[in-house]
């Protein structure tokens, strides 16, 4: 009797399927997992420095636990989530940020202020990074065991670190660009970038059937569909061309099929015609050079787009539309600054007063009556 006492409160707990607790995951563990999923969520668009940032993680030391001298683990890896507090995340933060660069900057000479700056907003990379793998573990759970996100929740980054774009040219400098650039192949996807701000790895797989010149999807508007495969956000998006561009797009696919890219190339020692990630590299340094222009990267391209249509008083909404962005809040960012002038230009329409700088004027006393007044 006792025996089937005991059978039955066993079956009973098994009905019920009471969870055996189980302790959560290593934070590298986790952030295998993270990244598996962000391969897939990629596809082939996997950034690089994402997995450096990665490994680096899981090298490092927690600085608070390595001075207190607590019970090891020391190494972030090897801690399990449920067992990772503030303290041990903030001292990650505040040491990256006080940690000297392992090479220094060759080309430019900073002030100590700048470097503390670029410091701060490195150590922000991997905030959100850190973040981005944390908050990735308890959506999921019930694979991972993690039983409170608490910790983290007021883990952020550092404040007023981000500093506005300064790496674009203005229009001079890009009309200098075009007259110096003799390779066809490079002027048509340098033209492509200014004009409609593409990230060159979705310029690149642009066909000729995504340029929409008489399209009724846009108003009838002429614009460029970029599709969900191919743009960084997963999400389709069409980009205005400005009117100025709408015979060089005419003429880049007149008499080509809808399925051949858009950009080709025209010279270089590369077997196929497509643009890769650094085939553009050789050439656009040989013009800038040429052209005496200041160096920059390819992609300030797309900054040179974005910076121009903000000095021009085009609406940040507009801009972040034509970027791809969801919000304003990168444009406000990187080029809300250039904003400004616009807003000058706007309350600069207050009318005209007289004699603010001057000591005196024509004073008109005006007498008052009363106990403790004055005329």
């Not at 969520?41 to 450096?52: A, E, V």
């Amino acid at each position: 009797a006792q025996a089937q006492t005991k059978l039955h409160l066993f079956k009973d707990r098994f009905n019920l399927q009471i969870p055996i607790e189980q302790d959560s995951v290593k934070f590298g563990k986790l952030a295998n997992m993270y990244y598996e999923d962000y391969k897939i969520r990629k596809g082939d668009r996997i950034n690089p420095t994402h997995l450096h940032y990665l490994e680096r993680l899981k090298t490092l030391e927690v600085p608070i636990r390595v001075r207190h001298k607590t019970p090891k683990p020391y190494t972030l890896a090897d801690i399990r989530i449920d067992n990772l507090t503030y303290e041990d995340l903030n001292s990650i933060k505040m040491d990256i940020a006080a940690t000297a660069r392992r090479r220094q900057y060759t080309k430019v000479k900073l002030e100590a202020d700048e470097l503390a700056r670029r410091r701060k907003s490195t150590a922000n990379r991997f905030v959100v990074i850190i973040k981005a793998i944390l908050n990735y573990g308890y959506e999921n759970k019930r694979s991972t065991h993690i039983k409170t996100n608490a910790e983290w929740l007021k883990f952020k980054k550092f404040k007023d670190v981000d500093m506005p774009r300064e790496d674009w040219w203005d229009r001079n400098e890009c009309q200098r660009f075009l007259n110096f650039c003799n390779d066809k192949g490079l002027r048509n996807l340098f033209i492509g970038a200014i004009c409609c701000g593409f990230r060159l790895g979705e310029q690149s797989k642009l066909t000729v059937g995504n340029v929409r010149l008489k399209s009724l999807d846009v108003g009838g508007t002429p614009h460029v569909h970029v599709p969900a495969k191919i743009a960084k956000s997963h999400k389709s998006r069409n980009v205005i061309i400005p009117t100025q561009f709408v015979d060089f797009f005419t003429t880049l696919v007149a008499g080509r099929d809808a399925n051949e890219r858009l950009f080709l190339k025209t010279s270089g020692s590369f077997r196929i015609p497509y643009w890769g990630t650094n085939h553009h590299n050789e050439g656009f340094k040989k013009v800038i050079k040429a052209a005496g222009l200041r160096e920059m990267v390819w992609h300030s391209l797309r900054h040179t787009y974005a910076s121009q249509l903000v000095s021009a008083g085009v609406k940040l909404k507009t801009v972040a539309n034509q970027l791809g962005h969801s919000t304003t809040y990168y444009v406000e960012k990187w080029y809300g600054h250039l904003a400004d002038q616009d807003t000058l230009r706007e309350v600069n329409k207050l009318g005209e007063y007289h004699n603010l700088i001057k000591d005196e004027a024509t004073v008109v006393r005006v007498g008052t009556t009363g106990k403790g007044t004055h005329k």
